[in-house]
């Protein structure tokens, strides 16, 4: 299915061809991740917000002339349950060329949530774009997909002077922590000597999660056992963690004490879609090196 798909979904929803059941699970997930707009009828305290239904979701996500309207009904999309299907996974892939970077933040976000490892080239087209939310959706979203494409434009990000924003350069910590290579090693101690201090508590928690061990941001020490440990894959990651992508989490807001049906939306933190399972433990696999 491609982006007339989803045209032509929006189309059919205005009809009335979408099934009860589809709305409601709209309806609630719009509610519970705050997407919600003002009424200006005023007649009752619960008429002043309004969710967004299906229908002006997807005309707002394929609207030609707003990209603000095109952002917010492609993140209104995402989130809701039925967010992952294929009409949708079209529309996202097709936002990240969209010519307004809020909007390829948003794809960039709603593939990685969505996504799945050949979705990480595309995304990766947006690494280093002058946009500085864009670099670190595009970031933020390769912590949740794995290829190995990305170490490299992810190290790059490490780098003050080619990553000036130090949370997206934080982000590429966290999400290098998923590769067993030591170029990702030898990065992430270079990492620790940054000027900012939540890079290096990025770095050293990957490097806790890829070896095992526990240096603190002591890079001397690091340096040390990078050096007694020689290249090879089991000398580095015999200890080796597992990583899980990091995820948001917040209290409930006061909408939510009101309809206390409606869930916070805290997801649970979990391996990255495409990341290799360990047969016998479960957990992932690093790949073996030269």
Same mark, same amino acid.
């Given at each position: $299915? ?18 009860? $059941? ?90 990685? $949530? ?160 495409? $990341? ?15």
């Amino acid at each position: $299915m491609n982006i007339a798909a989803v045209k032509g979904f929006a189309r059919s929803v205005v009809r009335g061809a979408a099934p009860a $059941m589809l709305l409601g699970a709209f309806l609630l997930s719009a509610c519970t991740s705050g997407g919600v707009q003002k009424k200006g009828s005023g007649e009752s305290i619960l008429e002043l917000f309004t969710p967004m239904t299906p229908a002006e979701a997807s005309r707002w996500a394929v609207d030609p002339h707003d990209p603000d309207k095109r952002a917010r009904g492609m993140l209104m999309l995402a989130n809701a349950p039925w967010g992952g299907e294929a009409p949708y996974l079209a529309l996202y892939e097709e936002g990240l060329t969209d010519g307004d970077p809020g909007v390829r933040a948003v794809a960039a976000r709603a593939l990685g $949530m969505h996504g799945a490892p050949e979705h990480v080239p595309l995304i990766l087209e947006n690494i280093a774009s002058e946009d500085r939310l864009l670099r670190w959706e595009t970031v933020r979203a390769l912590q949740r997909l794995h290829n190995p494409v990305a170490v490299k434009p992810l190290i790059e990000r490490l780098t003050p002077d080619k990553e000036p924003d130090p949370d997206v350069r934080a982000s590429a910590a966290n999400a290098l922590g998923q590769y067993a290579e030591p170029q990702v090693v030898d990065a992430l101690i270079a990492a620790l000597e940054d000027r900012n201090l939540a890079v290096c508590r990025a770095a050293e928690q990957s490097l806790h999660t890829l070896t095992g061990q526990q240096f603190g941001l002591d890079i001397g020490a690091w340096v040390e056992w990078r050096k007694a440990s020689g290249a090879s894959a089991s000398g580095l990651f015999a200890s080796r963690g597992e990583y899980q992508y990091p995820v948001y989490r917040r209290d409930k807001k006061l909408i939510e004490y009101i309809w206390p049906w409606a869930e916070v939306p805290n997801e649970v933190q979990a391996a990255p879609v495409g $990341m290799p399972v360990r047969a016998e433990s479960g957990q992932s696999q690093p790949p073996t090196q030269p």
